[in-house]
């Protein structure tokens, strides 16, 4: 193994052949199941391009209707579950909370079909998960802040229900409009960490819930999904801080410091914008007056963006009007990053599901610059 194989963070290494997705920089485009994520988003709502993730192809009317009804008849989780969120310290992250629900729930799935890896028993176990997500992420928040759980209304449709367990009453039309074509550009991005570590976990012949679990783990870190607390608690501390006429020297405060700005730069996009993050940027103006802050923050984002972009020729990823987006929504800060997984939840099934249908293990290699040639003494060092 030579060092010219060797790339830190597995920069531009292919992991896998897949059909799901693709970020082709080249185009500015995400490519999902064929289609521009972005007209995705645009024009159709959340369940639809799950299914279109989870499925590969669109849903005639008849196929979208009856994939709503399953998922809201299987919306409601155990009420064990209800019973574990209120054993849990209330000083639990509301995302290790998600992770611990989940690896909770799989206990409740029957045994035959748990263990078996087949693309029919997958997709049962991935549209319970995609319908229980929901449940799970709220109501492990509300336990934890004392606050009544509110049951899915299985009347309601999917995001509409999402909602309603958030706010504890339906919403209305334009946060419900918000709230799903945010939920649609988390959906599926190709092979970010979260979406990798749930395919290397199934790669062992792991199960679906185990996958998933990783993939909350990994979703929760600052430099991936949980960029979109950082993000908000950036804006907010800039705020306190003197608001607007002290934007600018605050961030380049931070820049000097070596800080990330959390919210900025990509892996993939590196010099480019995100495209989910330039669709939804046109959505801040239209909900700052939700909040009362909402015109000052929407004004400090915009000189972050600027600075950034001067300083440090960075564009913001999706994770910077989303934190904005959420706030104006009226959305708890620790809920973001649950909910960015909730969605993500159709992306994994689908990561797992193409995993599992033509498995191979990962298994990469390492440069070793440990030592070598030491021996041990003759005789056992500690009493034993
Ligand atoms: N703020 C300040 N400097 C940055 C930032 C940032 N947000 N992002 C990259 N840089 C600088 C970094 O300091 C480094 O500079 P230098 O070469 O002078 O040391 C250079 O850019 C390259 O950074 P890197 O960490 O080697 O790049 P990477 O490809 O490993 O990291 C990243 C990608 C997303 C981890 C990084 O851009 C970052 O930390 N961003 C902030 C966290 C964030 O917003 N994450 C969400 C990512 S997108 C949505 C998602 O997946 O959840």
Redesign the pocket.
């Known amino acids: 193994m030579t060092s010219e194989t060797f790339s830190p963070?597995l920069?531009g290494v292919i992991a896998t052949d897949t059909k799901i997705s693709l970020l082709d920089t080249d185009v500015e485009m995400i490519i999902v199941r064929g289609y521009d994520l972005i007209e995705l988003a645009q024009n159709l709502n959340y369940t639809d391009v799950a299914y279109l993730v989870i499925y590969g192809r669109l849903p005639t009317e008849a196929q979208g209707r009856e994939f709503c009804e399953t998922l809201a008849e299987q919306a409601e989780i155990p009420d064990e579950l209800y019973r574990l969120f209120e054993l849990m310290p209330k000083s639990t992250v509301a995302m290790d909370a998600l992770r611990t629900g989940i690896s909770f729930l799989a206990g409740f799935e029957d045994p035959d079909l748990l263990n078996d890896n087949s693309h029919e028993a997958n997709l049962k176990k991935g549209l319970k998960l995609l319908a229980q997500v929901p449940a799970l992420a709220v109501n492990s928040y509300r336990a934890l802040n004392d606050m009544p759980f509110v049951r899915p209304d299985q009347s309601l449709g999917y995001m509409e229900n999402f909602m309603y367990m958030l706010r504890g009453e339906k919403p209305d039309a334009v946060s419900l409009d918000a709230f799903d074509r945010i939920h649609m550009c988390y959906i599926e991005?190709e092979m970010?960490?979260s979406t990798f570590a749930a395919r290397v976990i199934a790669s062992t012949l792991a199960d679906m819930y185990g996958a998933m679990v990783g993939a909350v783990a990994s979703?929760k870190g600052?430099?991936?999904?949980g960029?979109?607390e950082?993000?908000i608690e950036f804006l907010l501390d800039i705020l306190k801080e003197g608001g607007p006429p002290r934007a600018e020297a605050y961030v380049m405060e931070k820049?000097e410091a070596?800080?990330?700005?959390?919210?900025?730069?990509?892996?993939v996009y590196?010099k480019k914008y995100?495209p989910r993050a330039k669709f939804l940027m046109e959505y801040i103006p239209r909900l700052a007056d939700r909040v009362p802050d909402g015109e000052e923050l929407a004004s400090i984002y915009n000189t972050v963006e600027q600075v950034?972009f001067r300083e440090?020729a960075?564009y913001p990823?999706?994770?910077?009007p989303i934190g904005l987006l959420y706030y104006e929504l009226g959305i708890p800060i620790p809920l973001y990053t649950p909910i960015?997984l909730a969605s993500r939840t159709a992306g994994n099934v689908a990561h797992v599901l193409e995993q599992h249908d033509d498995n191979r293990l990962f298994r990469p290699r390492v440069i070793y610059s440990g030592a070598r040639d030491l021996h041990p003494p003759d005789k056992a060092i500690s009493p034993g």
């Open positions: 963070g920069d991005h970010p960490n979703l600052r430099l991936h999904g960029a979109n950082a993000a820049l070596r800080a990330r700005i959390m919210g900025f730069g990509h892996r590196m995100d950034m440090k960075l990823n999706t994770d910077f960015f």
